[in-house]
């Protein structure tokens, strides 16, 4: 079985309505790292239903279809996807608790060559389902490492966001949990990839991996400490590339540049020195 250009492009994804409440909330900010040092009263709003504050990156998972190249007919070989690139624009700040609707298409399909993989473009809109009001949207590229040569039209992919060539402008360090992917996963996200050694083994890696989105919340939390106070409202979009993965347990240290409401970000495994979150792009309030 191999993609079909015209018949994944016309792929037809039911809207996905869902409820959440304070601790869907929580949830998501301990799979990303919140709330490992019990004093620190800075990040104890993301994991405490008492002032509830919710992350921006929790937009990701809000709405989400499920793992749909899998469960759907689409002739992508689900094991071998990993993420590209995520981003996310805020329409406004994200309630603690709401109903939501989450409807997706299927925006353009890259073939980059036999041996090379697909890249499969997607965007979700996130709307308010009480009022019909945009929340969010989301994008997201997905690289499908099994499915290059299946013949698909030629087409470039977007540039990415260039990374200043100075110093950083800050660094901040976050260790990951052991068990992160494995509470991640309970947001939604349920690739075996991350959590069934033998499935990570078939895939090419030795051991389960954070997810990417898992990676992609730890670099919000650093430009959200870093430039924002903590204040969610602040964090207005965010967007990377995935270029390396995280084994749950390491440590990602991520790299800022400030540019007026711009800022630039990259993540690199500490114990590796390799980048695993890059060229991305963050926009904050002042």
């Given at each position: 079985?191999?993609?079909?250009?015209?018949?994944?492009?016309?792929?037809?994804?039911?809207?996905r309505?869902?409820?959440?409440?304070?601790?869907?909330?929580?949830?998501?900010?301990?799979?990303?790292?919140?709330?490992?040092?019990?004093?620190n009263?800075?990040?104890?709003?993301?994991?405490?239903?008492?002032?509830?504050?919710?992350?921006?990156?929790?937009?990701?998972?809000l709405?989400?279809?499920?793992?749909?190249?899998?469960?759907?007919?689409?002739?992508?070989d689900?094991?071998?996807?990993?993420?590209?690139?995520q981003?996310?624009?805020?329409?406004?700040?994200?309630?603690?608790?709401?109903?939501?609707?989450?409807?997706?298409?299927?925006?353009?399909?890259?073939?980059?060559?036999?041996?090379?993989?697909?890249?499969?473009?997607?965007?979700?809109?996130?709307?308010?389902?009480?009022?019909?009001?945009?929340?969010?949207?989301?994008?997201?590229?997905?690289?499908?490492?099994?499915?290059?040569?299946?013949?698909?039209?030629?087409?470039?992919?977007?540039?990415?966001?260039?990374?200043?060539?100075?110093?950083?402008?800050?660094?901040?360090?976050?260790?990951?949990?052991?068990?992160?992917?494995?509470?991640?996963?309970?947001?939604?996200?349920?690739?075996?990839?991350?959590?069934?050694?033998?499935?990570?083994?078939?895939?090419?890696?030795?051991?389960?991996?954070?997810?990417?989105?898992?990676?992609?919340?730890?670099?919000?939390?650093?430009?959200?400490?870093?430039?924002?106070?903590?204040?969610?409202?602040?964090?207005?979009?965010?967007?990377s590339?995935?270029?390396?993965?995280?084994?749950?347990?390491?440590?990602?240290?991520?790299?800022?540049?400030?540019d007026?409401?711009?800022?630039?970000?990259?993540?690199?495994?500490?114990?590796?020195?390799?980048?695993?979150?890059?060229?991305?792009?963050?926009?904050?309030?002042?």
């Amino acid at each position: 079985m191999a993609i079909v250009y015209d018949k994944l492009m016309a792929l037809d994804i039911p809207p996905r309505e869902q409820t959440y409440e304070a601790k869907d909330c929580i949830l998501y900010a301990l799979g990303i790292g919140f709330g490992q040092d019990p004093m620190n009263e800075d990040e104890l709003p993301f994991v405490y239903e008492k002032n509830l504050k919710v992350l921006p990156t929790m937009g990701t998972v809000l709405g989400h279809p499920g793992f749909w190249a899998r469960n759907r007919d689409t002739g992508i070989d689900w094991v071998k996807v990993v993420n590209g690139e995520q981003g996310i624009t805020l329409h406004r700040s994200l309630a603690g608790a709401g109903t939501v609707i989450g409807r997706m298409r299927i925006v353009e399909v890259i073939d980059k060559g036999a041996g090379k993989g697909a890249l499969v473009f997607s965007e979700r809109k996130i709307t308010d389902k009480a009022t019909g009001e945009p929340v969010a949207t989301v994008t997201h590229t997905m690289f499908c490492r099994g499915d290059g040569g299946f013949g698909g039209p030629p087409r470039e992919a977007p540039a990415p966001h260039e990374i200043p060539t100075r110093a950083p402008d800050a660094v901040c360090d976050f260790d990951t949990r052991p068990e992160a992917a494995l509470i991640y996963r309970l947001s939604g996200d349920l690739n075996p990839l991350h959590s069934e050694p033998a499935v990570a083994k078939q895939a090419g890696y030795p051991r389960p991996i954070m997810h990417g989105l898992g990676n992609f919340g730890v670099a919000a939390h650093a430009v959200l400490k870093t430039f924002c106070n903590y204040d969610p409202k602040r964090l207005v979009s965010f967007a990377s590339r995935f270029s390396a993965p995280v084994f749950p347990g390491e440590t990602l240290r991520t790299e800022m540049w400030r540019d007026g409401m711009v800022v630039s970000f990259r993540s690199r495994v500490v114990e590796r020195d390799v980048i695993a979150v890059n060229n991305g792009r963050a926009e904050v309030q002042p």
